[in-house]
Structures are given as C-alpha cells and as structure tokens.
C-alpha cells in the first residue's frame, strides 16, 4: 500500500509527544497538527519502548539494527546463490567437480 504523506522529520515527531506528554490529548493534537490520532498514539508508545516505560515492542535501535541485518542477510544470500552458480559453471567448463573439502 502506497503512503499518500512522506515521512515525517523525527524532530516534528518528538514534538508532538512532547506536547502529549504534558498533557496534550492525541485527539487535539490530531485536529491541530496533520497526523491522525492513532499515528500520534504509535509516536507516544515507541517513545515510551525507546524510554524503557514499556516492554511490549523493540526499541528503535532494535528496528534499525534488525533492519540492517535483514539487508545484510539477504546480500549474502544474493552471493552465495552467485558464488554457486559460477562454481556450477566452471566446474561445467573444465569437465571437473571440485571436492568438497577445502584446504583453506
């Protein structure tokens, strides 16, 4: 599903949790301000997991690292998948199968 709104700055995102949490209603805030209520009640409760007053979800630096693992993940599958084709081939070429033990 396509987003119809980019992103939105982490510095305007920190602002309006701020607003909430000094006793800003997510309701007000979202008649104020663009994002809808529930967006506005997703800020407050990642902020309140990256502030450890939660444990019902991971932290941004979780999100962040897993996501970068999931991308590094599926590089190395992407190469192996390579590395093995090309050994497939010039094993194909020179009429050999390489042995399975590797003296490296």
Do not use: C
């Amino acid at each position: 599903m396509p987003r119809t709104h980019p992103a939105y700055p982490p510095e305007y995102r920190q602002q309006i949790v701020e607003l909430a949490l000094v006793g800003r209603s997510p309701i007000e805030l979202a008649r104020e301000f663009e994002p809808s209520e529930q967006t506005i009640r997703d800020w407050i409760k990642q902020a309140e997991i990256d502030a450890g007053e939660r444990h019902d979800g991971i932290t941004t630096a979780e999100r962040q690292e897993l996501t970068r693992l999931r991308r590094e993940n599926k590089q190395l599958h992407l190469e192996r998948e390579i590395l093995a084709k090309a050994a497939a081939w010039f094993a194909r070429e020179t009429d050999s199968i390489p042995s399975r033990s590797s003296s490296s």
